[in-house]
């Protein structure tokens, strides 16, 4: 889960630094998976107090030529919307963490 976050209204667009965070996840995800492809990645951004939740997908990882999809959610908004923000992430860190374990053993009795 990568994060990027801005404090104010008027700060630069958190977006480009988190897709570019997405890829390094992504490549470093690909250096314990090789072979898994898309990648999947999650990230969100912050601007304020408003959450922005992303969902990206790279492909070419190991040719060199990553090219990065990405989905993103709605704006939360964190005063009224913190219970939901939490849940999100906590659904995301539990879909990561079942990825993440090794199957069964086929040669296991």
């Not at 997405?22 to 951004?45: D, K, M, T």
């Not at 939740?53 to 989905?71: I, Q």
């Amino acid at each position: 889960m990568v994060h990027e976050a801005k404090r104010g209204l008027d700060a630069g667009d958190p977006r480009w630094q988190l897709c570019g965070q997405l890829l390094w996840a992504a490549w470093q995800n690909h250096a314990l998976s090789p072979g898994v492809e898309p990648v999947e990645v999650f990230g969100c951004y912050t601007v304020y107090d408003n959450w922005t939740f992303v969902r990206g997908a790279v492909r070419g990882v190991a040719d060199g030529t990553p090219s990065l999809a990405v989905e993103t959610s709605r704006e939360f908004a964190e005063p009224q919307e913190a219970g939901l923000i939490l849940e999100l992430l906590r659904g995301i860190i539990a879909r990561t963490l079942v990825r993440s374990r090794p199957g069964p053993d086929p040669g296991a009795p």
